[in-house]
């Protein structure tokens, strides 16, 4: 089945700088990466994907890029503000050819703590 | 437009009791999705539905595990003999068959179980 590594698994950065989180995933039947924000006692939120005819996508602060060759996809968070503060889970999603269910697999997630 | 709900968003049990969790998805997803997550890791894809009909289960629910989507709307999730090992976060998502892959989450219900 497919495995997704997450690096880092702990972010320290200052208010205004950039944040990178990385995430390599197994299984190239995979199309669709997501990118999930979780904040203390909540369920993920999505906060943005990538499907797999894409390179690179990106919403105000948040891009992210894929590298399909390398099966790599990174998120990219500039002039990062307090409120970022979260932990964030990267997906890749692997279509069942029977059922065509889109479950997905998640990285163990990385705490990012931005400081003021 | 109101979000998946969950209920109830905690539950503590003793080891041995059954519980129930219940999901509601967003108006007219039609894929209803059930995760589980320990601290400190992602969420695990237990078992998911489109409409009704249950279309993929994971190795990790056991036989102790069940779920029902009896109307193609709400879901519920039951646990029989808790074991401690069960204690986690259960996450349900829903997302509309148009849609694809968009997951949208619920607050999850956090299970303990004594």
């Known amino acids: 089945g497919e495995n997704v590594e997450q690096h880092p698994s702990t972010l320290s950065v200052q208010e205004g700088d950039s944040a990178v989180i990385k995430c390599t995933y197994s299984d190239s039947a995979s199309n669709y990466f997501p990118w999930y924000k979780q904040e203390l006692g909540k369920g993920p939120q999505l906060i943005i994907d990538?499907?797999?005819?894409?390179g690179e996508k990106k919403d105000q602060r948040i891009a992210v890029t894929l590298n399909k060759t390398a099966k790599h996809f990174s998120l990219h968070i500039t002039e990062t503000q307090p409120e970022d503060s979260a932990v964030y889970f990267c997906a890749a999603s692997i279509r069942n050819s029977g059922a065509g269910s889109y479950q997905l697999t998640f990285g163990k997630g990385t705490k990012l703590s931005v400081i003021p | 437009d109101t979000g998946v709900s969950q209920d109830p968003r905690h539950k503590i049990t003793k080891r041995g009791q059954n519980v129930t969790f219940r999901c509601d998805p967003i108006s007219e997803h039609n894929r209803l999705y059930w995760y589980r997550q320990t601290l400190g890791q992602g969420p695990e894809f237990l078992t998911y539905f489109q409409n009704e009909a249950q279309l993929e289960k994971s190795r990790l629910l056991s036989d102790r595990f069940s779920a029902e989507r009896p109307k193609g709307s709400f879901s519920t999730l039951e646990i029989q003999r808790t074991e401690q090992g069960d204690s986690a976060m259960y996450l349900c998502?829903?997302?509309?068959?148009?849609?694809?892959?968009?997951?949208?989450f619920g607050p999850g219900t956090r299970l303990t179980v004594t």
């Open positions: 990538i499907r797999s005819n894409v």
């Open positions: 998502a829903s997302s509309h068959i148009q849609g694809v892959d968009e997951q949208y």
